[in-house]
């Protein structure tokens, strides 16, 4: 009988899992994280270019609320860890876990955390206000857009006061978001674990 050993320096076959896979699982699924990078080129898109480009910004803001909208449908008949009932957690739970997480002592979550959760739902607000009033804004002082009848004929001083709620929002949310990665950066910290790179392959370490 012949005894066949395998080199420690043998090729796997193709499609095998690499060494530092096998204790991996994946998470975010793919229009998850599409819709994560898309959601930061659109909104950094307007932000950034304001009303220097007008067209611009209302198409990227029209974007901003396509993807929101899919993601509301996808965080109720997605995957596991896509759906809100995954995440969303009450108040109590959400400061449990800050304190958890100031102590150095919170506990590990293949999904979002409750804190992640919240910021989630944070964000998606905020990002979807914020597009919605630039929309009633476009169509007030620039009669153009899907509110343009509805807008129609306001007074200038209705313009003025969304154009302010807008500008508040968008900077809100810059905020927001400056908060959420401080917040990865610190988890991927306190659990070892790079949490934008799984964001870009969707897996993470199992355990």
């Known amino acids: 009988m012949t005894t066949q050993t395998l080199s420690a320096n043998a090729v796997p076959r193709p499609g095998a899992p690499q060494p530092n896979q096998i204790d991996q699982v994946r998470v975010w699924d793919p229009l998850v994280r599409i819709f994560h990078w898309a959601l930061v080129a659109a909104f950094a898109t307007a932000f950034i270019v304001e009303d ?3 067209g611009v910004h ?3 803001g029209y974007l901003v609320l396509a993807l929101i909208a899919v993601r509301l449908v996808w965080g109720i008949v997605g995957t596991r860890h896509a759906r809100f009932s995954d995440f969303v957690r009450g108040p109590r739970q959400v400061l449990t876990y800050l304190r958890e997480s100031l102590r150095l002592s919170a506990p590990r979550h293949l999904g979002h955390n409750p804190l992640g959760g919240a910021m989630v739902v944070a ?3 905020l990002v979807g206000v914020t597009g919605l009033t630039g929309m009633a804004l476009y169509g007030a002082q620039e009669l153009s857009g899907p509110l343009a009848g509805l807008m129609s004929g306001t007074p200038p001083a209705v313009g003025e006061a969304l154009e302010e709620t807008h500008e508040v929002l968008a900077n ?3 905020v927001f978001i400056a908060v959420h990665v ?3 950066l610190f988890s991927s910290f306190a659990h070892r674990e790079n949490l934008i790179g799984s964001m870009f392959t969707g ?3 199992r355990s």
């Open 123 to 125: 964000l998606l607000a």
């Open 182 to 184: 401080a917040g990865v």
């Open 203 to 205: 897996r993470k370490r």
């Open 58 to 60: 209302v198409w990227a």
């Open 172 to 174: 809100l949310t810059l």
């Open 52 to 54: 220097d480009l007008l």
